[in-house]
């Protein structure tokens, strides 16, 4: 994700993956965790060790960012993926005159999730108003909390509720909303939930930051899967019909959520989100 293209993202990128590893070896841990590898040094083709986490990893939930402020500092910690306990989140986007309204989020942010705030984003602000509301959702006030799955549904309570936290101060310090573009994304390895909203008052039609989906790509994008989908002539609709003869356990398995369409498989993807095919966590 990211507000200029993939080539002036130049604000450091991050990547959060999901591994079992330490739930094999630490009986107290349970489920998939997030790993962090977040830079400001390099880009993501000319990052070696990047590239060799990558040539070496596989996870089925991946949460990577590209970036571009206009806000500085340009620092590691301001670098998306925000990860709290085994929850992740990502935004592409801006909070409406987010440092007049920082300290307001901040009064209906719990206090253990404010002291887990290391950067001056308004994304890492808002997660941790997120997880706040997470908590309330599920009656749950310990710390060690966020380190157990929530329900999609769940989640999307707390994603809206968090964001009718953000309107409701604009609204009392500045009488209306001001500008906002919000393209969020929020995982823990198990469900993920994404959400893409704008509003501008000087537009009826504000221009929003792009969010795509695609049950395909996944699957053309993966040399290892069914040689059937992988090819490259094949359109969208053979692909339709390969995954109905797939068990249903196999049938759209690799889920993209993304900023911008990648590669030549526009074809694959749908603008915004639509219904999916199938029930997902």
Same mark, same amino acid.
Not at 105 to 119: A, F, V
Not at 188 to 214: H, Q, W
């Given at each position: 994700?990211? &507000?200029y293209g =993939? @080539?002036?993202?130049l604000?450091?990128?991050?990547?959060g993956w999901y591994?079992t590893t330490? $739930?094999?070896?630490?009986n $107290?841990?349970?489920?998939?965790?997030?790993?962090?590898?977040r830079t400001?040094i390099?880009?993501p083709?000319n990052?070696t060790?990047f590239l060799?986490?990558?040539?070496?990893?596989?996870? &089925?939930?991946v949460?990577s960012?590209?970036?571009a402020?206009?806000? =500085?500092?340009?620092?590691?910690t301001n670098n998306?993926?925000?990860?709290?306990?085994?929850?992740?989140?990502?935004?592409?986007g801006e909070i409406?005159r987010?440092r007049e309204i920082r300290p307001?989020m901040?009064?209906?942010t719990?206090?253990?999730? +404010?002291d887990m705030i290391h950067?001056?984003?308004?994304?890492?602000?808002?997660?941790a108003?997120?997880?706040?509301?997470?908590?309330?959702?599920?009656?749950?006030p310990? %710390?060690?909390d %966020?380190? &157990? =799955?929530?329900?999609? +549904?769940m989640?999307?309570?707390?994603?809206?509720r968090?964001?009718?936290?953000v309107?409701? %101060?604009q609204?009392?310090?500045?009488g209306g909303?001001p /500008?906002?573009?919000?393209?969020i994304?929020?995982t823990?390895?198990?469900s993920?939930?994404?959400?893409?909203?704008c @509003?501008?008052?000087k537009t009826k039609?504000?221009?929003?930051?792009?969010l795509?989906i695609s049950f395909?790509?996944?699957d053309?994008?993966?040399r &290892? $899967?069914n040689?059937e989908?992988y090819e490259?002539?094949?359109s969208l609709e053979?692909?339709?019909?390969?995954? /109905?003869?797939?068990?249903q356990h196999?049938r759209?398995? +690799?889920t993209?959520?993304?900023g911008?369409?990648?590669g030549k498989?526009?074809?694959?993807w749908?603008?915004?989100?639509?219904r999916p095919?199938?029930e997902?966590h």
């Amino acid at each position: 994700w990211g &507000k200029y293209g =993939p @080539n002036r993202n130049l604000d450091g990128f991050g990547v959060g993956w999901y591994t079992t590893t330490r $739930s094999e070896f630490d009986n $107290s841990v349970e489920g998939p965790q997030p790993a962090l590898y977040r830079t400001t040094i390099a880009q993501p083709a000319n990052d070696t060790t990047f590239l060799s986490v990558c040539s070496n990893t596989a996870s &089925k939930t991946v949460l990577s960012h590209v970036r571009a402020t206009l806000s =500085p500092p340009v620092a590691t910690t301001n670098n998306h993926p925000f990860v709290f306990g085994r929850h992740s989140l990502a935004h592409n986007g801006e909070i409406g005159r987010f440092r007049e309204i920082r300290p307001k989020m901040l009064e209906r942010t719990d206090q253990k999730y +404010s002291d887990m705030i290391h950067g001056s984003t308004d994304t890492e602000h808002f997660a941790a108003l997120y997880f706040s509301r997470l908590d309330e959702l599920a009656n749950s006030p310990r %710390i060690d909390d %966020i380190e &157990k =799955p929530y329900p999609a +549904s769940m989640m999307w309570d707390a994603l809206k509720r968090a964001i009718r936290d953000v309107f409701e %101060i604009q609204m009392e310090q500045f009488g209306g909303l001001p /500008r906002n573009a919000l393209n969020i994304c929020a995982t823990d390895g198990e469900s993920m939930v994404a959400l893409r909203y704008c @509003n501008d008052p000087k537009t009826k039609t504000p221009k929003t930051p792009t969010l795509f989906i695609s049950f395909t790509a996944g699957d053309k994008l993966d040399r &290892k $899967s069914n040689k059937e989908v992988y090819e490259d002539d094949r359109s969208l609709e053979e692909i339709d019909e390969i995954a /109905r003869r797939m068990a249903q356990h196999e049938r759209y398995a +690799s889920t993209l959520q993304v900023g911008q369409r990648m590669g030549k498989l526009s074809e694959s993807w749908m603008f915004g989100l639509p219904r999916p095919y199938r029930e997902t966590h």
